[in-house]
């Protein structure tokens, strides 16, 4: 078991979202905090292989669900099934910090 503590891994880049990996490869699970800067973005894509579910840790910003914009705050949850498109905006002035779990 480890214990991480947020606050040691939120190290945003200025020219692009960050993916902070929280678990290791090979598993069946994956976990990560996705961070993003004002004005920084993940496209719209689709993942035929896994589910993901994402927690809204910190900030606000815009998720992308099958081309339809749904607007995100702190301690939403998001449930993602495999084969739906997804993406998130962040709008925002302030960053926008998102754990993001996978499931294979």
Excluded: W
């Excluded at 090979?26 to 894509?45: F, I, N």
């Excluded at 896994?50 to 702190?74: A, H, P, Q, R």
């Amino acid at each position: 078991m480890e214990k991480i503590n947020v606050n040691s891994l939120l190290d945003f880049s200025n020219e692009k979202s960050v993916r902070k990996a929280l678990t290791h490869e090979g598993s069946k699970l994956d976990t990560g905090l996705l961070l993003y800067a004002p004005g920084q973005s993940t496209p719209e894509h689709i993942h035929k292989d896994m589910d993901e579910v994402f927690y809204i840790v910190e900030g606000e910003g815009v998720l992308t669900i099958n081309g339809k914009e749904f607007t995100l705050k702190e301690k939403d949850i998001i449930l993602s099934p495999r084969g739906e498109g997804h993406g998130f905006f962040n709008k925002s002035t302030g960053n926008l910090v998102v754990l993001q779990v996978k499931i294979f």
